[in-house]
């Protein structure tokens, strides 16, 4: 299963852009990636997932790289929140399945 | 739309003992998966339900179990319960699981202490 690598923790200060790192250089063609995050004391929930192109959403941005094997999560304006741990999962035909690491958890100081 | 529900949110049991957990996924959900989270393993993957088949299964001893119902509501049972198996209990639902882009929906877990 193709896996990723993330920094186990990072700190930002309110209201300034978050930038949090993913490597996954045993990308396939086909596989997704996929970031979910983890507020304390609730479930996963979902952030944003892409392939190729950089993607937008309500919540962040997703921007990967040309040679697909890293990626990066933006949060343009961090809040209090938005402290969580962040999860980047790839999900392609062979590893339907979730597959969950550390994460790393973001630390969004005041 | 209701999100995931699952009960009890708190159980406290003793080695030894067995313990069901009950998850309802969202309207329309057909995939239902579950996860156990460990401060020192994390988030891993025990099994998922579709259609009221075991369609995946994680690396978990027989002692954990699981089934989905017609409606898609799905349970999960640990008999003869070990210390290590205190953590929390995710189930996640999902429209069919399988596409790429399919997205779960976590509930917000049950805490089980074993004691």
């Known amino acids: 299963d193709a896996k990723t690598t993330q920094p186990n923790s990072m700190e930002s200060n309110e209201e300034e852009p978050v930038h949090l790192p993913c490597n996954h250089s045993t990308i396939s063609g086909t596989d997704y990636i996929h970031w979910y995050r983890q507020l304390p004391s609730q479930g996963p929930e979902y952030v944003i997932h892409?392939?190729?192109?950089?993607v937008n959403n309500r919540m962040a941005s997703l921007a990967i790289a040309e040679d697909r094997k890293s990626s990066t999560l933006i949060l343009h304006r961090a809040t209090l929140r938005d402290a969580a741990v962040y999860y980047c999962?790839?999900?392609?035909?062979?590893?339907?399945?979730?597959?969950w690491g550390a994460g790393t958890k973001l630390i969004i100081k005041p | 739309k209701a999100g995931v529900t699952q009960t009890p949110r708190y159980l406290i049991k003793t080695r030894g003992q067995q313990v069901t957990l009950s998850c309802s996924p969202i309207?329309?959900?057909?995939?239902v998966s579950w996860y156990q989270q460990t401060p020192g393993q994390g988030l891993q993957f025990l099994f998922e339900?579709?259609?009221?088949?075991?369609?995946n299964k994680g690396n978990f001893p027989g002692r954990f179990s699981g089934r989905q119902f017609s409606n898609s509501r799905s349970e999960m049972n640990v008999s003869t319960l070990e210390l290590g198996d205190s953590a929390l209990y995710l189930c996640?639902?999902?429209?069919?699981?399988?596409?790429?882009?399919?997205?779960?929906?976590f509930g917000p877990g049950t805490r089980l202490t074993v004691l």
């Open positions: 996640a639902s999902s429209f069919d699981g399988l596409g790429l882009t399919d997205t779960q929906y």
């Open positions: 339900y579709f259609s009221e088949t075991q369609r």
């Open positions: 892409g392939l190729t192109s950089n």
């Open positions: 999962i790839l999900r392609g035909r062979s590893n339907y399945q979730l597959i």
């Open positions: 309207s329309g959900h057909r995939s």
